[in-house]
Structure formats: C-alpha cells, structure tokens
C-alpha cells in the first residue's frame, strides 16, 4: 500500500511539473490547415529536408512518398535526397547518435509523428509547431545560445534562424492578485532575416502543414471516405424508414 501511495504521489508530482512547466510558455497561435495544398505542402517537405531532417529523422516515411504530394520521383532524386540515400529510402537523418548526445544532451527526436503527438490543452500539434517555430530569442545563458517561449528551456538551436534573423521578445506587467506577473508584449526585431516577417510566418505554416500530413498521410483520403460512408448511411436510413412504414401500415 505504502508503494501504490509513493507511486501516486510521484506520477502527481511529476503531472504538476508538467503543468507548472507548460504554464511559463506562451499561448499557442492557430496554425493554417494547408494538408490540402500540393504547392504548400511540397515548399514543407523542401524546407524539412534542407533544415529538419540534418539532426532529425522521420524514420517512418519514406521518400518515395512524397509522390503523394505532387513531387516526382526524379524530383526527388535531383532536390531531396542527401548522400547516398535512394528513393525508397526511409527519411533518416545522418547525425551519429553519440554527437547528437554530446552537442544536445539528448538524441533530436524522430519528426514522423510530432504533429500527432504534441496536441495538448493548448490547441493541436499543429498549433504547437507553429507557435515553437516562431518564438525563439537569443539567450546567452543557454549553451545553444537560443531560448523559446513556447518551450522554455529548449535544448535545440533555432535551425531556421537565418531565415527569419534575430527577435527579442517584449515583457510588461500586469495585476494579479495584488502581485505584478510577467506578460508577453510582442516582439522586437534586432537583426533582418533572409525572409519578412508574413514570408518567415508562410514558410513556417508551409513546413508544419508538411509535418502534420508527414504524421498521417491518408488523413484527407480518410476524411473524404467518411463523409460518403455518412452520406451512405444517411440514405439507407431513410430507405429503412421507409420500409418499415410500408411493413407495417397494415398492422394495428
């Protein structure tokens, strides 16, 4: 009894920390559902092959699947494959393990099915990867030497900040229970990007839209299915009705 009570006292414990460290990040800004847009999705699988996938796998797809999305196979061959990588290759990053230790302090997580898996309370995973990828900062008390708002703490660098340069978030102060709390202002640009800021924030939605097909890619396919299956049922029901009516009209 003495274990099942240390046991939840410990997972609670460890539930809270959870929350009290998803309540110091921001709020999660709505992403754009473009897992209908060929153009959109095909810009996503460049910029996750040029910027995510040199420390990140997504090991349980293969390249030969971006067929699906409009992208041909000498397509792929000429803009996408790395190395010595093939066609029906699975996407794999090729980061030795133990680097990935040493720089990080962790192994990068496998991609495949990130946008599944970080839905939460704040919105879809979607949701998550759009606000993650557009609110980092420099933070010279990291060893990365970058911080993010919505992941406070994180251990990646901001592989993507080239593209849209330098920001320094803004703070004010608001009350709260007779207490001053911290609260986000907005941002300030420190140094230019590549990319304006509308650009960076497309370019983003373009690559989340990617990872959020990438996690499921019949996800359309199965949407599409169902609306004709309750289309189906709905009319079978009527013709049902009808003929029940019609067995038993004689019956009093």
């Not at 939460?120 to 993650?132: F, I, N």
């Not at 990007?193 to 497309?202: I, S, V």
């Amino acid at each position: 009894m003495k274990k099942l009570i240390l046991t939840l006292m410990v997972a609670f414990g460890l539930v809270a920390g959870a929350h009290a460290a998803g309540s110091e990040g921001v709020a999660w800004d709505q992403a754009p559902d473009r897992t209908n847009d060929l153009p959109a999705l095909q810009n996503g699988a460049k910029l996750f092959v040029n910027y995510c996938l040199n420390c990140h796998s997504a090991s349980f797809m293969r390249y030969n699947r971006l067929r699906d999305i409009g992208i041909s196979e000498q397509q792929i061959k000429d803009n996408l494959l790395v190395g010595t990588d093939k066609v029906g290759d699975l996407m794999k990053s090729a980061l030795d393990p133990k680097d990935a230790k040493e720089w990080f302090g962790a192994l990068p997580p496998d991609l495949t099915l990130i946008a599944r898996s970080r839905s939460g309370h704040g919105g879809t995973g979607a949701d998550y990867l759009y606000t993650y990828l557009r609110t980092y900062y420099r933070d010279a008390e990291k060893p990365t030497g970058w911080n993010n708002l919505a992941f406070p703490g994180v251990g990646m660098p901001h592989a993507l900040w080239e593209l849209q340069g330098d920001r320094e978030p803004q703070w004010g102060t608001e009350k709260s229970h007779g207490e001053d709390i911290k609260v986000f202002r907005g941002w300030k640009q420190v140094s230019p990007g590549t990319m304006t800021q509308l650009q960076y924030d497309q370019a983003v939605g373009d690559l989340v839209g990617y990872l959020s097909w990438m996690a499921e890619p019949v996800q359309n396919q199965r949407v599409r299915v169902g609306a004709w299956v309750l289309l189906f049922l709905g009319v079978l029901t009527v013709i049902f009705w009808r003929l029940n009516a019609a067995f038993w009209k004689d019956v009093k």
